[in-house]
């Protein structure tokens, strides 16, 4: 070792004694001039230290690109943009409607059996004949007996959409109000 750092570890070892024993810190009783010589001989110190910083070269880093989010798919947008495809006035074909009507009406069952704590038959015909619901318009969605309601029919004229539409929307928001509004 080096006699610097023995003189340290000397220093650091007599301070600890002298704060747990006051005879060793009585005896130990530096004059003014010790604590004078000790604080110029600090000061000198830090200014060899700072001298010493003031010769180095910096070097300044880059800080790059940042991180780009890789796009994540959002839970539902393909039904959505299906929804939004077969629904629109446009020729979506009777086949695409037919399948997700299909698919609600799955879905539609399951919540309805869960619901009234019954079998999927049973569920699958109150789904059919239109008495799993209140809603007018989501039960005419299922029940191809039933006609959709006329406010259902003027409105969808007058905007330009189609009773699918409606009936797909009204059979949707029924299932979330009675799977007690999650989606």
């Known amino acids: 070792m080096r006699p610097i750092a023995i003189a340290g570890v000397a220093a650091v070892a007599v301070g600890l004694l002298a704060a747990l024993d006051r005879g060793i810190a009585a005896a ?3 004059t003014s001039a010790v604590v004078t010589l000790l604080g110029v001989l600090g000061l000198v110190q830090g200014v060899r230290y ?3 910083r003031r010769d180095r070269r910096r070097l300044l880093t880059e800080p790059g690109e940042p991180e780009r989010r890789a796009p994540a798919a959002v839970p539902g ?3 959505d ?3 939004a495809q077969v629904a629109s006035p446009g020729p979506g074909g009777y086949r695409s ?3 997700l009507r299909d698919r609600v009406h799955e879905a539609t069952v399951e919540v309805v059996a869960r619901d009234r704590n019954c079998a999927r038959q049973a569920a699958a015909k109150a789904v059919d004949d239109g008495t799993w619901t209140d809603d007018p318009a989501a039960a005419a969605f299922f029940d191809t007996r039933t006609a ?6 003027v409105v969808a004229g007058v905007r330009g959409r189609s ?3 409606y009936g797909l929307r009204a059979a949707i928001d029924e299932i979330e ?4 509004g999650e989606p």
């Open 50 to 52: 700072a001298n010493a």
């Open 97 to 99: 409607r037919r399948d």
């Open 148 to 153: 959709y309601p006329v406010r259902v029919r």
């Open 163 to 165: 009773n699918y539409w």
């Open 28 to 30: 130990i009783s530096p």
């Open 77 to 79: 947008s393909a039904l």
């Open 81 to 83: 943009e299906r929804i």
């Open 177 to 180: 109000r009675i799977d007690g």
